[in-house]
């Protein structure tokens, strides 16, 4: 199962994708906010060895997909989306992105791919986001994206030895299917 969008292909992870994975998941910047990384290659692996198992579930729980440019084939990037239980009509949406393809339009087109995917798809009613506040290009994405700031909680997680803030994004259904029909 892939998502085409202009210029990407969101596909399902490839063993042989973890050397893409591991340019950015080791990259300071790219991990600047969040809660794991830079990565090991075994780490690296570990994460596309998950992505490729979630894939295989059923009933599955997430989806986590590769981001491929068009352009040159290379991977730039993942994103995901990771059901709540029981019900699975809401979904945390979660995405990286290669420092090269920072600026460029790129997350905000694969955020709008998924949650297209997501609403019409899945049939789900509520995706959310999380960053942390300091991270400005990940929030950017969320309201370019439709989604609306719904909190900010204070200390919410302890991530590399700090108490990190963390804003809270999300959009329903209703709302993205208003903004697809007003475009």
Known sequence: MSIETNRMIL????????E????????????EFMEWGPNSAGESKDFVR???RLAKQYPRTGYEFAMENRADGRLI???GLYLHEPKR??????????????GQGFATEASQ????????????HRISAMCDV???????????????REGLFLQEKFVKGHWRDTLVYSILAYEWNQSAQSE
């Open 89 to 102: 009509q809401q979904a945390l949406m979660g995405y990286t992105l290669t420092r090269n393809y920072w």
């Open 113 to 124: 791919a998924v949650l297209n995917y997501g609403f019409k798809e899945l049939k789900l």
């Open 11 to 18: 596909r399902a992870f490839r063993e042989s994708d973890w």
């Open 50 to 52: 998950r992505s490729i």
């Open 77 to 79: 990037g993942s994103i």
């Open 20 to 31: 893409d994975v591991h340019a950015y998941g080791s990259d300071a910047a790219v991990c």
């Open 134 to 148: 300091r991270n400005i290009g990940s929030f950017r994405v969320m309201e370019k994206s439709g989604m609306r």
